[in-house]
Each structure stands twice: as C-alpha cells, then as structure tokens.
C-alpha cells in the first residue's frame, strides 16, 4: 500500500472540442477535484467564495449539534450543485460519503 497525505487531488481541465455547437461556452471546463470517502470538502465557518458541482459520487451537507450530534441537511448526487450562501461564510459542513469528484466554481474577485 501506498500512503499518501492528502484526501484532495486535482486533475487539469481539458479544453472543449471545436467541434461543439456554439450554444456550448467555448472556455475550458474547471478541473474536477477528488475527494476520498470522509474527506472534508468544506467545514462551517469556512469562507465561502465557490459553490461546487458533484461530477460522480454522493456529497453530504450536515451541520454539528451542540451535544456532539451531526444533522444531516441534504445529500447530493452527480450533476447537482451545492455550497451556496446567503453571506461570506459557510453555515454547514460538506463531506464525501464515497470517492467524489467535484467541479469548484469560484466566484469572480470582487464578487463578494
């Protein structure tokens, strides 16, 4: 076995084929980040300056109870978005319940 030090591993974007239709924007798609299964994708409290896209795998959104329990707020799939916020921070926790890829979108400097 290989040990490794980090749950959290990036791969570069490919750039889009000419050959799309233009209705397709023509810019290159983010990279899709990997996450291992309990991996911590964001933790509240955190800036949020991104919201993320599930390319494969299932994401869990929960927030930490006073007495130690988890409640668990959505639960999302490929093809979903998550990590949307009213303010600059993040109110909940994101985890991998398996191996997970995500697109990040960051938000454009100046946007907050």
Known sequence: MHAQSSSRISLPSHPLQSSLPTAF????????SFFRCGSEIYAQGEKAGA???????AVRVYRLLADGRRQ???????????GFEADSTHHFFAEAINAVGVRV????????
Do not use: C, M, N
């Not at 919201?51 to 795998?57: A, T």
């Not at 707020?73 to 998550?82: D, N, P, R, V």
């Open 72 to 82: 668990i707020s959505a639960f999302h799939l490929a093809g979903e978005t998550f």
């Open 25 to 32: 924007d023509p810019t290159p798609l983010q990279p899709v």
């Open 105 to 112: 979108f960051r938000f454009a400097t100046g946007a907050d």
């Open 51 to 57: 919201f993320y896209q599930v390319e494969f795998g």
